[in-house]
């Protein structure tokens, strides 16, 4: 993206709305805007972030087009670090389309995806962590995601990510010394001290990688596949868990031939739920293929809810869908089981436990009666432990490519305490301090490529 043009766009959604904001960026803004704003101060005149009443006018015809708004804002302080103006149109397709069209003929340029946010990033309002925050912030469906979003924003991720990289480069500084004035004899670091401060960031660096499993959940929900052998209950389950009548339910086995999915959002965190066909032996074409896209889902959930019937179990086909649950899910507490229809049984003790494996839990319940329905969604939010991780304050990842730099720096980390264990030459060391440095830089955008930089605000939307 060139950034020396001045850019337009309109930042408002497209639609009927109250308003509508045309949003300039770049060093010909306050020109273009003296053309086409006629207030009470002219544009060299007004103030800073104040806002302004006028017109919008044709500077061809003098034609007034609109009353409205504008803000004019000093590179200083503003989103873009660069000359900026926003003007508060009427909303109205096509009236400010036409306003657009208008800046556009006195020379500014339809602006890229995300480009008024890459040149917050390109002028150091803001780093890369910062920048792909904004993206979350918008798409933000729930609370969580929100929290962590904003968090990001306000540059908790950039501080840390800062502080770890600089107690690496003060480590690294050390060793580089010993390399440079051996001869000098000056006062160095020894080498158990330097191992102790590696160990500690490492510590820290593992602490942000593992909360992006939970991170995770937060920014995209949690995937729960609900299965078992067909006529158990499940889609009755699926129906109780999202509060609705959304699938057939029959006593006729292997009703449920597609997947169907729904959600519900409990404290903020969204939960997916995967209704699936009842896994049975070759009944014809169609459940066959329902039962192959049972198997998709088995691969991709999070959580996976085994439902029993209670009233009629069938320990080697229960054990069956079981054995293919254990082979996908590698923590067995990430599979629940739930023995349905209890309002059939006398007495809950008598039933047939399964499964006995003291990770897994067993949840008795009744989709019908909608008895013990809340039971599974707090085992859920339980297993993924995620509410724990925001209420600590700590970092939470929520990006893959911040994910896997970490480990990448953590990787590196672990190699130099090796390293500095077995008396490595320092020259060896420099290597992996470097590529640690380098793989902390890429996260915050201090080390970055052209093609990186497009992939991620390509993702944005035009006038942001
Ligand atoms: N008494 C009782 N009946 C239930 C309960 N849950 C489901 N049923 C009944 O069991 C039968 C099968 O229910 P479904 O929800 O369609 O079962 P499913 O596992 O989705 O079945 P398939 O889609 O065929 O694999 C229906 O007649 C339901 O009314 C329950 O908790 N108690
Ligand atoms: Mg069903």
Known sequence: ??????????????????????????????????????????????????????????????????????????????????????????????????????????????????????????NGRIDLTQAEAVADLIESENEKSLKTAIRQVAGELKNSIKEIKDEIIDIYSNSEAEIDFVEEDIEREDKDSVIKRLKKTSNNLEKMIESYQAGRYYKSGIKVGIFGRVNVGKSSLFNALIGKDRVIVSEQPGTTRDVIDGEIEHNGLVLKFFDTAGIREGK??????????????????????????????????????????????????????????????????????????????????????????????????????????????????????????????????????????????????????SETIENLGKITGDVSSDDLLNRIFSKFCIGK
Request: charged share 30%; proline share 1%.
């Open 1 to 122: 993206m060139r950034t020396e043009d001045t850019i337009a766009a309109i930042s408002t959604p497209i639609g009927k709305g109250g308003i509508g904001i045309i949003r300039i960026s770049g060093k010909d803004t306050f020109a273009i805007a003296e053309k086409v704003l006629r207030g009470s101060k002219g544009i060299s005149d007004a103030e800073s972030h104040r806002l302004y009443n006028g017109y919008f006018v044709n500077p061809e015809s003098g034609e007034k087009l609109d009353e409205v708004m504008y803000v004019k804002m000093n590179a200083k302080n503003s989103y873009t670090r660069e000359d900026m103006i926003e003007i508060n149109t009427h909303g109205g397709v096509y009236l400010i389309k036409r306003l657009l069209e208008v800046v556009l003929s006195q020379g500014a340029r339809l602006a890229e995806a995300g480009e008024f946010t890459f040149r917050a990033f390109i």
């Open 284 to 433: 014809g074409i169609i459940e066959n293929e329902g039962i192959k896209r049972t198997k998709l889902i088995m691969e991709n959930s999070d959580i996976a809810v085994l439902v029993i019937d209670s009233d009629d179990i069938k320990k080697d086909e229960d054990l069956e869908v079981y054995n293919e649950l254990k082979e996908k899910f590698s923590e067995n507490r990430n599979v629940l089981i739930a023995y349905n229809k209890i309002d059939l049984i006398e007495d809950i003790a008598e039933i047939e436990i399964v499964i006995s494996n003291k990770e897994i839990r067993n949840i008795f319940i009744s989709a019908k009666e909608k008895i013990g329905i809340d039971k599974i969604i707090d085992a859920i939010i339980d297993n993924v432990d995620a509410d724990k991780s925001l209420e600590n304050n700590n970092i939470l990842i929520v990006n893959v490519r911040h994910h896997e730099l970490l480990k990448r720096a953590n990787e590196g980390i672990e190699r130099l305490i090796k390293g500095y264990t077995e008396k490595i030459p320092n020259e060896f060391l420099a290597i992996d301090f």
